[in-house]
């Protein structure tokens, strides 16, 4: 089973819920965590995994051979990033902004454009005790976070659980990380902040087909208005961490919940268990 964890905006605990439900589903199954949040991959600083494979990470930008091409402009025509553009009789290119999709070479009516692979981040495996542990690092300066996060989910073990730590927000790194997942926790906090950015999650999980539940973070502040919001759409509340000067002090010293306090290991189990009985009825209900 593939269980992402995301939330709609930055520093609602996505990482302490992931790391700790990682840590304690390993004596129950075979348990995989794939940080996919290549800007800011901070689930090692948790989990601490010797890491034993790394790998570069690149996409294949264009050169073109400027003796053979007629500046005919068809490259700067399919390209949908301007990454390509032709000016006077210079042919200009922006790797920065490239996606790497390959169609102005393959469109290219004189072959001028070749391709050249950018590095643009890396991939780092290891083991964390029993844990299977894989990160994804987008090189300082990058934009394109997709390709890292798509290498990263290259290596998704299909037969336990597979953990997926999705960056923060709703864009396309996110819809990247979370797609072919068979269930998405989304936390939150219950602040307007939270619940505005627990909406566009929703929208966004609700677009992609996934199923979601939430995660509420820092319970006992805030406001209601969180649980009003998912009892209205029918999301269920499967865990609720409370506001906590503990568990703050256990977090700023790289300390999971289930480490630091083992007695939630039971309640991250009991969340998974929820999660299985989610996926299962859909699977034998999909309409549903
Ligand atoms: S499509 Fe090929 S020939 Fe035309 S401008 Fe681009 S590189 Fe040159
Ligand atoms: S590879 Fe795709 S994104 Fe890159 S310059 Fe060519 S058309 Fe544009």
Redesign the pocket.
Known sequence: MIISVASGKGGTGKTLIATSLALSLRNKAQVQLLDCDVEEPNDHIFIRPVIDRTEAVGI???VVDEAICTRCGR?AE???????AVAGEYVL??PE?????????YLCPEKA?T?ENRETGVIESGKADSIDFTQGRLTVGEAMAPPVIRKVKERTNNDGVAIIDAPPGTSCPVVESVKGSDFCLLVTEPTPFGLNDLKLAVATMKELGIPCGVVLNRAGNGDKNVIDYCESEYIPVLMTVPLDMEIARLYSRGITLAEGIPAWQKEFIGLFDKITEIVDERNRCPER
């Open positions: 294949p930008v264009p490259c399919v390209c949908a990033f301007n990454a390509i290119t922006f902004l490239c996606h790497g999709c390959g169609a102005c070479s454009i391709e």
